[in-house]
């Protein structure tokens, strides 16, 4: 079969701006310096087009995990412009196309089982699916946000405004164009870009498959580093309405705490959250299957996985029953039915039931470590 045509724009753009922020910016570097503001300012806008990828593209407009005051949705818009990564509403669309597809060679936009560089830039280079260009059906709830049409309308001219007149702007005030353009115009770009890819790509190659193994998601701390907490692919594939992709406190997610901080300015609302016990029983389920796995040539392996069944069905039973009262404990103190809730029989035996899930949980971990 022919390949389809090479985009030449986007294979132009790319090899452009990497070639300039690795062989300019090292020389002029070496030749010139950049000074503590530049360096900064190159920092500020890294982070704030990566930001406006992570908390405004893909959690907001493709998820819709929250709600956002429309100054925010403007910020994110203004952002996602200055990354370069198409409008917020083709980028959700091709997002959201993923998500149904995962894994489908034929239909997602950038599956990784294509391999590393077609999940990473390969699949922008040719018009692989030319359709998704004017096909926005999945994003009609997009179409209503005033601000997600005005940026897409106005893309182009969005993104030389701010790609250009960003740098520029600031090297003009700060005494030296060049540097300014180089740093924060080329170098900022290309890191945008590929820290962004490496979430199509390395995210579904390294790491570890928490919660599931129905695609090829990982979860991978390292990579949260440079992603602003998206490296927790695996969680984030199997609970994508999720807010936050890192779920637990030392997680690095700074898109989940700017997401949460914001709530506090009144500036989002409505944030989504998984159920905790469902969390729980994907990640057990998953422990459950790769020590099955493990244990499976093994001379006794029968009896060893009737013993492991036997303990993964009792951590369920108990994990169901302290997640029914604690559920239950909450209704109570919200309707105030009770008013010492704190003495109640029934916080009592949320205690108890949560001690006893602690402890089997404890006992079916021990055996899977043992076993492996």
Known sequence: MNKPKIIW??????LITFLIAA?????????HGFDTAEIVMAVIC????GMSITAGYHRLWSH???QAHWSLRFIFALGGAFALQNS????SS???IHHKHVDNNDKDPYSAKKGFWYSHIGWMLREYQASRYSNYDNVRDLQKDKIVMWQHKHYLLLTIAMNFGVPIAFGLINGDLISAIL?????RLVLSHHTTFFINSLAHIWGKQTYTDKNTARDNGILAFFTFGEGYHNFHHIFENDYRNGIRWWQFDPTKWLIKGCEYLNLTTKLRISPEDKIEKAKLSMTLKRTQLRIAQHPNAEAMLDKLEQEYDLVVSKLNAFYDAKKQLIATKKAELLSDVENSELNKQYVELKARFNEQKK???LMTAKLA
């Open 46 to 49: 890294f982070i704030y087009c």
């Open 9 to 14: 724009l986007n294979v132009i753009i790319f």
């Open 23 to 31: 062989v300019a910016v090292p020389y002029r570097a070496f030749t």
């Open 183 to 187: 740093l924060i115009g080329f170098l």
């Open 94 to 96: 091709d997002h959201r």
């Open 64 to 66: 819709k995990t929250y």
């Open 88 to 91: 917020a509403l083709h980028w």
């Open 363 to 365: 006992r079916f971990t």
